[in-house]
C-alpha cells in the first residue's frame, strides 16, 4: 500500500469549507483512495473513496490530482460535529494501515 | 441493520486471565477485521478473514493472541495470558467488495484494561 502524508492538525470556522489535503505520490494504478474519520473513542466511519475521478456523496467530496498523487477531502460545510480525526488510506487490498491522520477542529 | 455489534463494551481484568472479545459482523459481509488502538501505536490491523477463512494475520502481536471465525455471524478474539501491554481499545469491523473497493464499517469497540 502507498504511503500517505497528511498534517497533524488543521483548524476550521463552523459552516465553512474544511478542505483535507493527502499526499500520496508513490500510488499504483489499482490504488483506490480511501478517507475515514474517527469521532472521540467511537469506531472509525467510512467517508468516502475514489480511483481516478473525483467522487462526492452526502458527507464530502473527493478531489484527486490528474497525476493521483495527491487528493483533498472536502466537507462543504463543516460543523462542530465534524471535529474528529480523518485518515486518507491508499491501498489496493483490503487491508487497512492507517497513519496518524489530521485532526480537525471544527470551531464555533 | 444493527450495523458490527462488539461484546463487551468494557472489560477489565488483573494480568495472567484469559480475555475474549466478539464480535458479530454486519449479515451479508463476508469480510471480518480486527483492529487495535493505543496512543503509542495508533491504530493497528491484527488479522482479517474472508468467508471465514483467516487471511492475513501478520499483526497479530504474539502467540497469547488468536482469532476465530466460526461462522460468517460470529467471531472472537482471545488473549491468554493477558498482560497490562494488551491494554487498548479493539475494534472489529466487516465489509464487501464491490468493484474492487470495500467500504468497512467498525464496531463501537471493546476497551480492555490489564491490570
Known amino acids: 500500500d502507498a504511503k500517505t502524508t497528511q498534517p497533524p492538525s488543521m483548524d476550521c470556522a463552523e459552516g465553512r469549507a474544511a478542505n483535507l489535503p493527502c499526499n500520496h505520490s508513490t500510488i499504483s494504478g489499482n490504488e483506490y483512495v480511501y478517507w475515514y474519520r474517527q469521532i472521540h473513542s467511537q469506531g472509525p466511519q467510512y467517508i468516502i473513496h475514489?480511483?481516478?475521478n473525483n467522487e462526492t456523496n452526502e458527507m464530502a467530496s473527493l478531489i484527486i490530482t490528474e497525476d493521483r498523487k495527491s487528493s483533498t477531502l472536502i466537507l462543504p460545510h463543516a460543523t462542530l460535529r465534524d471535529t474528529a480525526v480523518y485518515y486518507c488510506i491508499v491501498r489496493a487490498s483490503v487491508g487497512m494501515r492507517f497513519g496518524a491522520g489530521t485532526r480537525l477542529t471544527v470551531k464555533p | 441493520d444493527a450495523g458490527v455489534i462488539q461484546s463487551p463494551r468494557h472489560e477489565v481484568t488483573e494480568m495472567g486471565q484469559e480475555v475474549t472479545l466478539r464480535c458479530k459482523p454486519i449479515s451479508g459481509h463476508d469480510y471480518l477485521f480486527w483492529y487495535r488502538q493505543t496512543m503509542m501505536r495508533g491504530l493497528e490491523l491484527l488479522i482479517y478473514?474472508?468467508?471465514?477463512?483467516?487471511?492475513?494475520d501478520s499483526g497479530m502481536p504474539e502467540d497469547r493472541f488468536s482469532a476465530k471465525m466460526p461462522n460468517a455471524s460470529f467471531s472472537t478474539l482471545k488473549i491468554q495470558p493477558s498482560e497490562p501491554r494488551d491494554s487498548a481499545v479493539y475494534f472489529c469491523a466487516s465489509s464487501f467488495l464491490a468493484g474492487g473497493a470495500d467500504t468497512q464499517y467498525f464496531g463501537p469497540g471493546t476497551r480492555l484494561t490489564v491490570l
Open positions: 475514489g480511483l481516478k
Open positions: 478473514f474472508n468467508n471465514n477463512v483467516p487471511i492475513d
